[in-house]
């Protein structure tokens, strides 16, 4: 095991590298010039002496893949530059936004696991009763419906009507409800589906036969059947939890969610460039790593993959 983690950590490096370096290569695309940009959202006329002292105090006198460089070695020790709007540190805003990012995607991660496990063993049980296909419908169409649509309905619903949670906001503990909600329902469909089709299919094992003959209680069967049908439901949920994190763009700003998702709308529509550079950054890297981590649980857990590795 030590050899195989330690192969699969040298391994995202050149990953990594090349996210870096496509991430900076694509803000250097943006066909506006960042001197000029800086210039403008703090009100100041863009006149080519301008232009040129702040290319000066960004860097941009210097070759593509010098900057690329020195961005990367600041990147590393955590220096993003400063933001074009309020001349302060990345770091500072990523840091001021990010905790409300990660209080939302917890939330809905613990929503998503407790109704997807109780919904998708119910369904196995069930398997083929009216309550499994009524549930089956409801998760099509679960997953069919867009998260920025189910949030303005449920906001229309439970916070103008009912007026049972606030509509926008972090203030109080009832804030978090509606966000994780709509955040969570698409990935409940998923893991629904995800969970009664393994379930089913291990139901259907040489084991499970076994376990019958010898008069094993039915519950603990299906626990067993439970057990051996996580793998595929571990792997799907390492990359849910970054795919969490980065989705909540479009949740934060229905919600006017003060996270990190939002801070990334606000500097597309600014040309913040640093704080988008950092953002695209900050997520990729948090999606390689979690790949990595479900990576080893997967082979911790299933003896046939640790035999493999």
Known sequence: MRSYITKRMLSIIPILIGISFLSFVLINLSPSNPAEVALRVNDIVAT?????????????????????????????????????????????????TIPATILLAGVSLI?????????????????????????????????????????????????????????????????????????????????????????????????????????????????????????????ALGMSVPKLIAGTVVVENIFAWPGIGRLCVTAIFNRDFPIIQAYILIMAVLFVVCNLIVDVITVLIDPRMRMEA
């Open 48 to 96: 080519d002496e301008a232009i040129t002292q702040m290319n000066k105090k960004l860097g941009l006198e210097k070759s593509f893949f010098e900057r690329y460089f020195i961005w990367l070695t600041k990147s590393i020790q955590g220096d993003f530059g400063e933001s074009y709007v309020n001349n302060k540190p990345v770091y500072n805003d990523i840091k001021e």
């Open 111 to 235: 929503i998503t696991i407790s109704v997807s496990v109780l919904i998708g063993v119910a369904c196995t049980i069930y398997e083929g009763s009216i309550g499994d296909k009524i549930t089956r419908g409801i998760i099509f169409l679960g997953t069919a419906m867009p998260s920025f649509w189910v949030g303005l309905i449920l906001m229309w619903i439970f916070a103008v009507k009912l007026d049972l949670f606030p509509t926008s906001g972090m203030e109080t503990v009832k804030s978090v409800v509606l966000p994780a909600v709509t955040l969570s329902l698409s990935y409940i469909s998923t893991y629904i589906r995800l969970i009664r089709n393994s379930m089913i299919k291990n139901k259907q094992e040489n084991y499970v036969f076994y376990a019958r003959a010898r008069g094993l209680k039915e519950r603990t069967i299906i626990k067993h059947v439970f057990k051996n049908s996580l793998q595929s439901s571990i792997t």
